[in-house]
């Protein structure tokens, strides 16, 4: 999930070209980083703090961002009147990665990333009361089913609760957030400047947690989310280091396959090719993690996926219908 969707660039200026196999593949490619680099995460997260990692990625991808964006608008500068947007953006997205990263020190990384999956409900309830789309009664309708399936998941109140969960669904919410945000900015901010300071805005988190937690006393005995994120910086070994720079450079690379994907493909077309990360969660969790997904994720989270390729399904009748002559649509359907 790491960075996944609310860190998309685009690219512009950029003719969209129609092959759709080669988005697929690009998306594919790019799912397939981002799940590495969540796998990386939970595997070091038992001996290192989560603003170390963080630190460690995302310096690394900000001179690659920096260089993406000046070669393709030119320019960093964010006009002064949409600096505080901007900032905003950057601290949601901050604080849903922390989200993110401190729920699979704990959870199973197949549940992580099923929870993660409701952010694309989170953008479409947002859609209305923020940027005053018309929300059809069948998407409110999917939306509730993703919701079920989340509660299937976590099972608040039951004895087997846990509290991690939360910071897996509270990570959806904040990257729904700035995705609305994202589509409010995207006439005004060009993505790769977007990217830049989005990425520079975890740097900056990185070091004052680093600052706020340098000496604390950890039981790392006591919740492993909260170890996570209190632990003090540790000298790493070469193949920790090696897996911690190599975050980085996954990070940019997904990011240009995500853009290159959205470009040659349709994205109704192509996003539905996102929710193989369930898939590559499964697998990294049971080889690297022995965590086999019980049947109330499995259950929770095929309604989360459900719910969204359905939306992803009448979003496009929709634009068809729109698109389309009136006869030609009726064929379509």
């Given at each position: 999930m790491t960075l996944r969707s609310a860190s998309r660039l685009t690219l512009p200026n950029a003719p969209r070209q129609d092959r759709p196999g080669l988005a697929v593949l690009s998306l594919c490619t790019a799912v397939a980083l981002a799940s590495t680099m969540d796998a990386v995460i939970k595997f070091l997260s038992g001996g290192y703090p989560v603003h170390q990692l963080l630190a460690v990625r995302c310096g690394l991808a900000l001179p690659l961002l920096a260089a993406f964006a000046l070669w393709r608008v030119g320019s960093l500068r964010v006009e002064r009147s949409k600096w505080m947007l901007v900032a905003f953006r950057g601290f949601i997205m901050c604080t849903a990665y922390l989200g993110f990263a401190m729920a699979v020190a704990t959870l199973p990384l197949a549940s992580g990333v099923a929870i993660y999956f409701t952010m694309p409900l989170f953008v479409a309830a947002l859609a209305g009361p923020v940027l005053g789309e018309y929300v059809p009664v069948c998407r409110w309708l999917a939306i509730a089913a993703g919701f079920i399936g989340v509660i299937i998941m976590i099972r608040p109140g039951s004895s087997v609760f846990e509290p991690a969960a939360l910071l897996a669904l509270y990570s959806a919410l904040g990257y729904g957030v700035s995705q609305t945000i994202t589509r409010s900015l995207s006439a005004l901010?060009?993505?790769?400047?977007?990217?830049?300071?989005?990425?520079?805005?975890?740097?900056?988190?990185?070091?004052?947690?680093?600052?706020?937690?340098?000496?604390?006393?950890?039981?790392?005995?006591?919740?492993?989310?909260?170890?996570?994120?209190?632990?003090?910086?540790?000298?790493?070994?070469?193949?920790?280091?090696?897996?911690?720079?190599?975050?980085?450079?996954?990070?940019?690379?997904?990011?240009?396959?995500?853009?290159?994907?959205?470009?040659?493909?349709?994205?109704?077309?192509?996003?539905?090719?996102?929710?193989?990360?369930?898939?590559?969660?499964?697998?990294?969790?049971?080889?690297?993690?022995?965590?086999?997904?019980?049947?109330?994720?499995?259950?929770?989270?095929?309604?989360?996926?459900?719910?969204?390729?359905?939306?992803?399904?009448?979003?496009?009748?929709?634009?068809?219908?729109?698109?389309?002559?009136?006869?030609?649509?009726?064929?379509?359907a």
């Amino acid at each position: 999930m790491t960075l996944r969707s609310a860190s998309r660039l685009t690219l512009p200026n950029a003719p969209r070209q129609d092959r759709p196999g080669l988005a697929v593949l690009s998306l594919c490619t790019a799912v397939a980083l981002a799940s590495t680099m969540d796998a990386v995460i939970k595997f070091l997260s038992g001996g290192y703090p989560v603003h170390q990692l963080l630190a460690v990625r995302c310096g690394l991808a900000l001179p690659l961002l920096a260089a993406f964006a000046l070669w393709r608008v030119g320019s960093l500068r964010v006009e002064r009147s949409k600096w505080m947007l901007v900032a905003f953006r950057g601290f949601i997205m901050c604080t849903a990665y922390l989200g993110f990263a401190m729920a699979v020190a704990t959870l199973p990384l197949a549940s992580g990333v099923a929870i993660y999956f409701t952010m694309p409900l989170f953008v479409a309830a947002l859609a209305g009361p923020v940027l005053g789309e018309y929300v059809p009664v069948c998407r409110w309708l999917a939306i509730a089913a993703g919701f079920i399936g989340v509660i299937i998941m976590i099972r608040p109140g039951s004895s087997v609760f846990e509290p991690a969960a939360l910071l897996a669904l509270y990570s959806a919410l904040g990257y729904g957030v700035s995705q609305t945000i994202t589509r409010s900015l995207s006439a005004l901010v060009p993505s790769p400047v977007l990217a830049f300071w989005g990425n520079f805005a975890y740097v900056v988190l990185a070091l004052l947690l680093a600052a706020a937690f340098a000496g604390a006393e950890v039981n790392e005995a006591g919740h492993p989310s909260v170890a996570f994120l209190m632990r003090g910086w540790a000298m790493p070994p070469l193949r920790d280091l090696l897996l911690m720079c190599a975050t980085g450079v996954m990070s940019s690379i997904a990011m240009v396959c995500f853009a290159t994907a959205y470009r040659l493909g349709e994205a109704n077309f192509v996003a539905p090719f996102e929710y193989s990360a369930m898939l590559w969660a499964t697998i990294f969790g049971i080889v690297l993690f022995s965590d086999f997904p019980d049947i109330w994720t499995i259950m929770g989270g095929s309604m989360v996926a459900a719910a969204g390729l359905v939306m992803l399904w009448f979003d496009r009748q929709r634009r068809r219908t729109v698109v389309l002559p009136p006869e030609k649509a009726a064929d379509a359907a």
